[in-house]
């Protein structure tokens, strides 16, 4: 299995600036994800990061708001840029081995004020 | 649209009740199916999958779930419940083709002592 680490694990946060959430995973694996899940809500999927080259984003989520980067087959990073509190939500990194499992990290609770 | 649901929002039981949360998708073909648990303030955890073979899979915790594949179901049933199931169920539907997780909408269990 496959353990999942995210900082920061919370952060309040003016509007109009932007917050970097690090997601690192302890081991190699094939597809790595971001979620949104609002308070209470189910998760709604982001975009998938895409080692060395650009993520590919779900309907309703541009790069332009959410950069991702995946440097490496254990790491990535998503941008929450120019915040609203429209942006208030817990981000959760996924991943997914060899065997499709799919594992989650324990969120970033954002809190845009 | 293709989807997964799922139709309890919220169930309330007594502990020792039988359990069975419903969760039924529309996407065509071969499908990946996956129940994740989620406790209050922890993140997501697998509970069981089914990728083929015997449609009755069983999980972690006592849980179970039926393939259905001419119903588009996959519900997860426990015979007794425990005051300490009581969290948040999520059904999750893995298309061959596609990335990433699609997520139902989450069942809230709550489990009275």
């Known amino acids: 299995s496959a353990v999942i680490s995210q900082k920061p694990s919370r952060d309040i946060c003016q509007r109009g600036t932007s917050l970097t959430i690090q997601c690192q995973v302890d081991?190699?694996?094939?597809?790595m994800f971001w979620y949104r899940q609002q308070p209470g809500q189910s998760l709604t999927l982001i975009a998938t990061?895409?080692?060395?080259?650009?993520?590919?984003?779900e309907s309703g989520f541009v790069i332009d708001k959410f950069p991702i980067s995946r440097p490496n087959l254990t790491f990535s990073t998503l941008t929450v840029s120019n915040m609203s509190p429209e942006d208030s939500s817990i981000y959760l990194c996924?991943?997914?081995?060899?065997?499709?499992?799919?594992?989650f990290g324990p969120g970033t609770r954002l809190t845009v004020t | 649209a293709q989807s997964v649901s799922q139709h309890n929002h919220h169930v309330i039981l007594s502990e020792a009740a039988s359990l069975e949360l419903g969760c039924n998708y529309s996407y065509g073909g071969t499908v990946n199916l996956f129940w994740y648990v989620q406790y209050p303030g922890q993140h997501l955890q697998l509970l069981l999958k089914?990728?083929?073979?015997?449609?009755l899979v069983k999980g972690i915790k006592g849980f179970e779930a039926e393939f259905i594949k001419s119903k588009f179901s996959f519900n997860l049933r426990k015979p007794s419940v425990q005051w300490s199931d009581t969290a948040e169920y999520f059904c999750a539907v893995n298309p061959t083709g596609r990335r990433a997780l699609t997520f139902g909408s989450g069942t809230r269990l709550q489990v009275q002592p």
């Open positions: 081991s190699q694996v094939t597809m």
């Open positions: 089914y990728f083929s073979g015997d449609p």
């Open positions: 990061a895409n080692q060395g080259s650009e993520a590919t984003y």
């Open positions: 996924s991943a997914r081995d060899r065997l499709y499992e799919q594992y």
